[in-house]
T-cell receptor, first 115, second 115 residues
Framework: AQSVAQPEDQVNVAEGNPLTVKCTYSVSGNPYLFWYVQYPNRGLQFLLKYITGDNLVKGSYGFEAEFNKSQTSFHLKKPSALVSDSALYFCAVRDYEDSNYQLIWGAGTKLIIKP | DAGVIQSPRHEVTEMGQEVTLRCKPISGHDYLFWYRQTMMRGLELLIYFNNNVPIDDSGMPEDRFSAKMPNASFSTLKIQPSEPRDSAVYFC?????????????FGEGSRLTVL
């Protein structure tokens, strides 16, 4: 069965430090992987995606993510955290072979950046 | 582009009343999704449309829920009769197909409270 795991409900980071939000996935075929961010009382916003090619993907607001096929992971990273990065982050996966176009969502990780 | 537009942003109603949520997708997008977000269940896909045709409504909780897309620029999600357990934030999202690689664009959501 297809699934996405975000093992941490919450991640706390000091401003200026690097941050990592973890995501692992399970699909039967090749994955398409996505990260979204949700600020309080707002809709989800697309950050970045991995479709094919370079395993390191760069996205909005200085975020990047690394696709690791052997570890079935797609961790979100940023070299230097900002207080304004505090939000809820969702990882999602779509199986290339799934004709139903279904996105499987993680439960979300709350990122708190402390000044 | 104005993005995905949802209305109302907030709705407070009493149990048993009919609720209609509205969505205008981004022009040119051929997929439209309705999601529900709660603390307990996270993000749940209710139904999605492709070219105005419902493709998968397996996520619709029960017969009290119905969704329509009469044309490419408008969709509704209706709950009749509403119950307190329907209280949630309902999101509409749209995307361009591009196979399975397209990212979703979300509206700001409709926060429903059923008393």
């Amino acid at each position: 069965a297809q699934s996405v795991a975000q093992p941490e409900d919450q991640v706390n980071v000091a401003e200026g430090n690097p941050l990592t939000v973890k995501c692992t996935y399970s699909v039967s075929g090749n994955p398409y992987l996505f990260w979204y961010v949700q600020y309080p009382n707002r809709g989800l916003q697309f950050l970045l995606k991995y479709i094919t090619g370079d395993n390191l993907v760069k996205g909005s607001y200085g975020f990047e993510a690394e696709f690791n096929k052997s570890q079935t992971s797609f961790h979100l990273k940023k070299p230097s955290a900002l207080v304004s990065d505090s939000a809820l982050y969702f990882c999602a996966v779509r199986d290339y072979e799934d004709s139903n176009y279904q996105l499987i969502w993680g439960a979300g990780t709350k990122l708190i950046i402390k000044p | 582009d104005a993005g995905v537009i949802q209305s109302p942003r907030h709705e407070v109603t009493e149990m048993g009343q009919e609720v209609t949520l509205r969505c205008k997708p981004i022009s040119g997008h051929d997929y439209l999704f309705w999601y529900r977000q709660t603390m307990m269940r996270g993000l749940e896909l209710l139904i999605y449309f492709n070219n105005n045709v419902p493709i998968d409504d397996s996520g619709m909780p029960e017969d009290r829920f119905s969704a329509k897309m009469p044309n490419a620029s408008f969709s509704t999600l209706k709950i009749q009769p509403s119950e307190p357990r329907d209280s949630a934030v309902y999101f509409c999202a749209s995307s361009v197909s591009r196979g399975a690689t397209g990212e979703l664009f979300f509206g700001e959501g409709s926060r429903l409270t059923v008393l």
